[in-house]
């Protein structure tokens, strides 16, 4: 940690603020500067709370060096992390791994026929909201236990482990009860309850970034649920929102290459939320699946012009074999093998 | 609703989505302009799901005149509503009130000894954080339970009604038998589990802005609450996220005259949290009364440089003195009497 | 500055940074940290290139303490500056200033008029567009020369001094015939050619905010035209771009008391074009007085129904002239005679 | 265009609306709705200037359903442009190309051994900058004219067109003598006289987009240079600013689909600028092409860590080769002949 002085502070000020680090345990050492003095905070091992530092007469600004999380970062556990879903491997060296549905699931034609389409077409998991959360009361808010239900028994059917959405601390227990993979939802990322909660169970976690979260406060959402024990933790940016209203948001792939320097969890991109329309959808599949992503959410519906959400954002059957024929060729090219069972 | 046609869609297409939209037992009428056709639909009588529409060959764009909210809207109640703390009343037409306390409750000293001063002051309401928020889980997440009942304490004292955070559905029970106004934080604002349960509540409830909330989302979140049954919400400014770092968030002030022309519910301001800066909240404080809030909310603490949180942004006891005084004054030149007691 | 090494450099490496900088002429003192070694630098008297710094093995970041401005500064420039405006004194401890008209100057009878008008409700300068920046080719441009003609008379006639837009440096010289006041639009904050040539002429500039700018963009901009010669500049906040669309951009109000803590040059404040709404720039201009701005600009236009540009931001002389005796009262109570010959 | 009326807008706002779009030239055509009546525009063959509508009484909103660019559009263009820069093709069908070179042109050795470096790995065009925007006017603004020349000879030496910015319209006849592409900077793109000066002259304008612009802000830009006669315009992103600050910018790679589908125009993506991390740079790049960039615009500089702007993300010599091999491959894989003289 460093603390700036104001170019005005006097000797007084900066005794004071030495001595205050020193009782906080730690050494404090001044670095006169040209026009102001910093003084630097030694000792510490993590992160240092800066309350009471910050309010000090003369000090200007605190600049921490350390971050606010710990176990998820790459400094820590320098191993990439592999996830295990049901026998899908996600993570580096892992060749990158599609999970594909509906938004939401509607009724048991529509997912089990929407299942073995995807797994036909060379899915790895299949997707599908049976909680859904939307902006306003009065629209479609999913099927809840019964889309759970119906949701499992697609994956039965298909054999795709499922991933599906959870939206409350107190529903974790049922969530967990049918999906394999649980998703916390851009809306919740800091629902830190939620995230607690999640944290207690073994199965793994789909994160999803906030909409205007930070990469740092993206991480230290993840070190919640690694701070309670689970470790199977899958980062996944869905956009961000910007300025720019052309597109549903911004899909901010940098990310995926930053994340992979950060941390060891594995960073998966859903180009479906992100863009908000179909035509997008293929391009920036691929894009981010050479920028590096360890995998991609793709929203499919048997008809997307009757879908209850986000039908704009669905590719019809048709249109996801063509995506996975052409992700399938790319992964060959960056040296994954062609086929899943190969 | 209004469906843009793209430049080249053909009259079967338009008679596609005329199709549609009758099926959806409305009228439609087709508007034939410059470079496309329109089609207007009529005979709804509120929002209306567009997700069949907007998929259908030849739709460029699906434009919404009415709005995902209704019972929250001036439209529909054009009264503004006084919502009633513990007969604090808070609306238009009444004076501003002021909640001021510490950011979180530390200890039976620290909260009775603020509720005191902030209520010699001249204080209406007393905030203060039980259950915590924070970016990361290694930093203090409040006292809960034992906050909220030093917290009540503290209200009981001071003879000042209190507002606190509440940050799961789950104990929205247990805040409740403690706070007389319940908190919706902004990394909350679209935990729609939890809106809904502050619904089934009787008690009134303070919804604040998420950080990167629009208005049109932010009204949508209210909606959540009446649609329960619970009609007694305040709304609350609280900053936005921007690319500008310079103060915390950014305090978008031209909301409270806005919000005031769509909605009949109050709208408090927060410049504590929005502008994270000591030196900024009393001229914020000021300007959001003239620009016509119902009340704003600041933090206080006996020892800011001490705070286990938000210290930078907490006033003094001598500093929230002068602010109320200056508040005393404006609120008499607004047209309200000076005193609370007057 | 302040250097941040990586967690894993090694001696070697932070031997190579110290050696780096005792080069470029300063002192380096290593700070060794509980997780990761700084380099503090010492002995400059300003702003540090860190290029070289920035690139070498093992360094993290780069902090800096001072910033990329200095003539601007109030640690430099300790007391308030007031510029003059053909006798209209702008800045801390005079009376804020109103500056009102269109958007655009359209003909000589509207321009004088609303002169007159704005005159007589109590204006201290006269507003208008002479070179207008629009977003499309294919819309009104301005009258240019012309404008600047007509707007010079309707300052002759009504006795105001007057504000206009330039837009290139070539015509900085034609704008400044005629302008009392030099405008530098939010388009070209950082039209770097005209900040200098802006610098090398007398007459004090208003120089707005760009859209997405930094406070310290915005002061570092400011600072070109103070390192060319040119102290009489005058600042402008006039609404971001954020993610909110409700209003035209965002007013970042807190900017106010802001960079009257970081700066000594004065700032006005556009509400018209910040909210781009009629009905907000009342409440918004007095919130902007409060706040502590030196002045306003407001649009007004005889029949804004139909002005060729900005209609909908701009008041009618009624609304105007009920705004000026607000804004009297208003300066009343903040202590400034409430009559400008008072 | 659609007038939305006030939901208690009564006939006589109706039926002055109506009127004033007829004095306009056009049809009008109310659609009476469930809350309120929506007035179509008819007759109208481009942009409709609203100005005299949007502040009729009684007019809720403006909804423009044309563009306010037309030349740019594929709607009135539908085939590809090809720019043609010295005989290397940019745009659909051609094989990507790749601008490379250092941020800032320093001295002659600099720029000839960086342009025979980049020529050798493979690189279409040679990029340098000779006059700089610069955030504070304390830091190198470039070599000028000076930088122009010694362009002019690392580009004869080497075979390689060269791009290089302009500033101003002023300086847009010198530039133009020496460069083959003329790049218009993001903080200039809507310096509209600078806009309309390279409109008039015939070399091919890159066009980069502002940190702050919409994709119709952008295409707008463009109009601006189309509008004066030149046609040969490529669009470039390079990033936007968000509320995100862990890369410098964030880079928005959804519009490159987005923008074949609304223009003809070729567009070209900047990752050393959008990210500004060296190691973001190649798998950002590799990430463009895939998305459909027709280029990519890359810095690279002998010795980064002494270059005197933009440093940490400018690549090797080494980087870039590495680069090069990987984009051959890749223009490989999507169908292109490896090599340019293949």
């Known amino acids: 940690m460093l603390i700036v002085m104001s170019y005005n502070a006097g000797e007084e000020e900066i005794d004071a603020v030495v001595k205050a680090v020193e009782e906080m345990g730690y050494k404090a050492k001044p670095i006169p500067g040209g026009e102001r003095t910093a003084i630097g905070v030694l000792g510490n091992t993590g992160y240092v709370d800066d309350v009471i530092i910050r309010d000090l007469p003369g000090v200007q600004e605190v600049i921490h060096v350390s971050k606010p999380y710990k176990l998820v970062s790459r400094a820590f556990h320098p191993q990439s992390s592999i996830i295990n879903v049901c026998g899908v491997e996600i993570g580096e060296g892992c060749r990158p791994v599609v999970a594909a549905g509906p938004c939401a699931v509607e009724s048991e034609e529509q997912i089990v026929k929407t299942a073995l389409a995807v797994k036909a077409a060379g899915a790895d998991l299949l997707r599908g909201g049976a909680f859904k959360p939307r902006t306003g009361p009065h629209t479609f808010q999913g099927l809840r236990e019964e889309g759970l239900r119906l949701l499992a028994l697609a994956g039965k059917e298909s054999g795709l482990p499922i991933v599906t ?13 049918y999906a394999d ?5 851009a809306r919740n990322m800091q629902n830190f309850d939620l995230l607690r909660e999640v944290g207690r169970i073994e199965k793994p976690v789909l994160l999803k970034r906030g909409m205007s979260a930070t990469i740092e406060e993206f991480l230290a959402a993840a070190e919640y649920i690694l701070a309670e024990g689970n470790p199977n933790v899958i980062l996944c940016e869905r956009g961000i929102r910007t300025f720019e209203t052309a597109t549903r948001n911004t899909l901010d792939l940098s990310v995926v290459p930053l994340i992979k320097e ?10 479906s939320h992100a863009t908000g ?17 360890h995998g991609i959410l793709v929203e499919v519906h048997p008809e997307p012009e009757k879908a209850l959400s986000d039908g704009p954002q669905s590719l019809t059957f048709q249109g996801f074999d063509k995506l996975m024929e052409e992700v399938r060729k790319l992964n060959q090219f960056l040296g994954y093998g062609a086929e899943k069972d190969a």
């Open 277 to 293: 329309k179909r035509s997008l959808v293929p391009p920036m599949s691929k894009a981010a699946l050479v920028a590096g992503a």
């Open 165 to 177: 959405e959870v939206m409350s601390p107190e529903s974790v227990g049922i969530v967990a009860e």
């Open 262 to 271: 950060l941390s060891h969890l594995p960073i998966m991109v859903d180009p």
């Open 181 to 185: 993979l649980l998703q916390v939802g």
